[in-house]
């Protein structure tokens, strides 16, 4: 039985890459689902891409072939399928994209590194020519050790996420996504923001050095009216800075990727 395969990049919607991406996927294994988790990554941004990947492990079948690209140094960076504990197959760039997901899914038990044409048809668009057949022949049920060279799993790329700074009363922490709602989001899990004493606050005030604000603690958007700040996890366990709708927290706050924010 054919494998469903989840497909994540930094591509976008106006061309034509995941188009031929999916033709590639679906002529090698035609009864395999595709679903696209998401192509809208900001482009180049292996750490947002990574996150996501790893944050949607939890939903994803532990059947599944994924296959993600988010790959500033295409070409590059060598082109790799990774085996996981969970019985999950991984296929991308070996750039840190994967590494997440992987701990996700209980770890890397095997790898290989991925066979590539001679020439391949594009050296600035590789996707169709040895990640989409590599994931769709993994797919189709072909074993991994058929894809390419094997390969010690502790040799892989692995991306650092810097931890929060915690005393008590107080988290030094950085800015590692935002999304199109201009929602921030910081790298403080649940249980940070309890070792800090600060999880029974009502209010919280939130410091960088683009501006200030006192921001109300909240489980949801509707806790908050229109324009006023607030700190709440979102579905993906992190803490994050908000505004009632329809206003936005990164434009307000001035905020970017990598940004410094002190919540006291």
Not at 29 to 58: F, K, N, T, W, Y
Not at 107 to 134: I, M
Request: aromatic share 6%; hydrophobic share 45%.
């Amino acid at each position: 039985m054919a494998r469903p395969i989840v497909f994540l990049s930094d591509f976008g919607l106006g061309n034509e890459w995941v188009g031929i991406c999916h033709v590639v996927l679906t002529r090698i294994s035609p009864q395999s689902p595709i679903v696209d988790l998401s192509h809208l990554i900001r482009p180049l941004e292996v750490a947002s891409g990574a996150l996501l990947l790893a944050d949607s492990m939890p939903y994803i079948a532990e059947d599944a072939v994924v296959l993600a690209v988010v790959d500033p140094n295409v070409g590059k960076d060598r082109e790799v399928a990774i085996e996981t504990a969970s019985g999950r197959h991984l296929v991308g760039p070996d750039n840190g994209l994967l590494s997440r997901a992987w701990d996700a899914a209980g770890g890397a038990n095997k790898a290989v590194h991925l066979a590539t044409p001679d020439p391949p048809r594009s050296e600035t668009f590789r996707a169709p020519d040895t990640l989409c057949p590599a994931t769709a022949k993994l797919a189709a049920g072909t074993p991994l050790g058929e894809l390419g060279a094997a390969i010690d799993p502790s040799s892989l790329a692995m991306l650092s996420l810097a931890e929060p700074e915690i005393e008590h009363g107080m988290i030094r922490c950085e800015v590692i996504d935002f999304n199109r709602f201009g929602n921030v989001r910081l790298n403080v899990r649940r249980e940070q923001l309890l070792a800090s004493g600060l999880d029974g606050a009502p209010a919280v005030k939130v410091e960088a050095v683009s501006g200030s604000t006192k921001a109300r603690r909240g489980s949801t958007f509707a806790d908050f009216a229109a324009g006023e700040y607030g700190v709440l996890f979102d579905p993906r366990g992190w803490l994050t800075i908000v505004r009632g709708n329809p206003a936005s927290a990164v434009e307000g706050l001035g905020l970017s990727l990598g940004d410094r924010v002190w919540i006291s």
